[in-house]
């Protein structure tokens, strides 16, 4: 049975899976007027700023969803080129070569092969645990390239839900501090500003827990992918790579 993974630029299709489900809870919280109720009780306005970090992230989702899908078809290529045999990795001045079949050393796999080519095959057979670890650290930095900034968004995301909290609260007791009767009329009116208050605090916190769950999930998807991506490079140089 062929897996999910087999299928050509499986993690960019796997991305547009989750944001089809995505859009389409939008639309359905749009057509049930949960987002104009979220917009009307949220008077700090945080979940716009949430609303908008949050298409920010989706879109940087997006592009690094389909360089990491290209990335892995392109090392997915280079396996089957090879197959079961031993290839001479030979190193140019602009490109690398492998049995004919020419890389673009921009690429992540084009990279680390042209690193390993300049090392020569007698220098990484007798390399320390330290180079290689080095090595294999630097294929994992360009591999997960900017991912990192798409983390620090899920964080923001969150903490902007808790500092609607924060404000919603504050709103919410600055109407009973400046109550100086009370009256039913001024009861009514504390309780009205009360709820609004509390509707700030609920509603932003809805909005940022969503959102950072939403686009965390979207961004685990990117780690499988590049762990993906490197775990295939590893075993490719290591078992079928031999330096000319």
Same mark, same amino acid.
């Given at each position: 049975?062929?897996?999910?993974?087999?299928?050509?630029?499986?993690?960019?299709? &796997?991305?547009?899976?989750?944001?089809?489900?995505?859009?389409?809870?939008?639309?359905?919280?749009?057509?049930?007027?949960?987002?104009?109720?979220?917009?009307?009780?949220?008077?700090?306005?945080? /979940?716009?700023?949430?609303?908008?970090?949050?298409?920010?992230?989706?879109?940087?989702? =997006? +592009?690094?969803?389909?360089?990491? !899908?290209?990335?892995?078809?392109?090392?997915?290529?280079?396996?089957?080129?090879?197959?079961?045999?031993?290839?001479? $990795?030979?190193?140019?001045?602009?490109?690398?070569?492998?049995? %004919?079949?020419?890389?673009?050393? +921009? /690429?992540?796999?084009?990279?680390?092969?042209?690193?390993? #080519?300049?090392?020569?095959?007698? +220098?990484? !057979?007798? #390399?320390?645990?330290?180079?290689? /670890?080095?090595?294999?650290?630097?294929? *994992?930095?360009? !591999?997960?390239?900017?991912?990192? *900034?798409?983390?620090?968004?899920?964080?923001?995301?969150? @903490?902007?839900?808790?500092? %609607?909290?924060?404000?919603?609260? *504050?709103?919410?007791?600055?109407?009973? !501090?400046?109550? &100086? /009767?009370?009256?039913?009329?001024?009861?009514?009116?504390?309780?009205?500003?009360?709820?609004?208050?509390?509707?700030?605090?609920?509603?932003?916190?809805? #909005?940022?827990?969503?959102?950072?769950?939403?686009?965390?999930?979207?961004?685990?998807? $990117?780690? @499988?992918?590049?762990?993906?991506?490197?775990? +295939?490079?590893?075993?490719?140089?290591? &078992? @079928?790579?031999?330096? =000319?």
């Amino acid at each position: 049975m062929k897996r999910f993974q087999d299928y050509d630029y499986w993690l960019f299709l &796997a991305w547009l899976l989750i944001t089809g489900f995505t859009v389409f809870g939008i639309i359905v919280c749009w057509n049930e007027g949960l987002l104009t109720l979220l917009y009307e009780s949220d008077r700090s306005h945080i /979940s716009l700023v949430i609303g908008l970090l949050y298409l920010i992230g989706c879109g940087h989702c =997006a +592009r690094r969803a389909y360089y990491l !899908a290209g990335e892995i078809e392109h090392a997915r290529a280079l396996d089957e080129h090879i197959g079961d045999r031993v290839a001479l $990795l030979r190193p140019g001045d602009d490109a690398i070569s492998i049995d %004919g079949h020419r890389l673009d050393p +921009r /690429s992540v796999l084009g990279e680390h092969l042209r690193v390993l #080519a300049r090392r020569g095959e007698d +220098r990484i !057979a007798q #390399a320390q645990d330290g180079e290689q /670890s080095t090595l294999v650290a630097t294929l *994992i930095a360009h !591999a997960k390239g900017s991912q990192d *900034i798409g983390w620090f968004l899920v964080d923001v995301l969150l @903490k902007l839900g808790l500092l %609607g909290t924060i404000v919603g609260f *504050i709103l919410m007791l600055g109407s009973v !501090a400046d109550t &100086a /009767s009370l009256d039913v009329n001024t009861m009514q009116k504390v309780l009205k500003q009360m709820s609004n208050g509390m509707g700030t605090a609920l509603y932003t916190t809805m #909005a940022g827990l969503v959102g950072s769950m939403s686009l965390g999930l979207q961004y685990l998807l $990117l780690d @499988k992918g590049a762990d993906a991506l490197i775990e +295939r490079i590893l075993r490719l140089t290591d &078992a @079928k790579l031999a330096t =000319a």
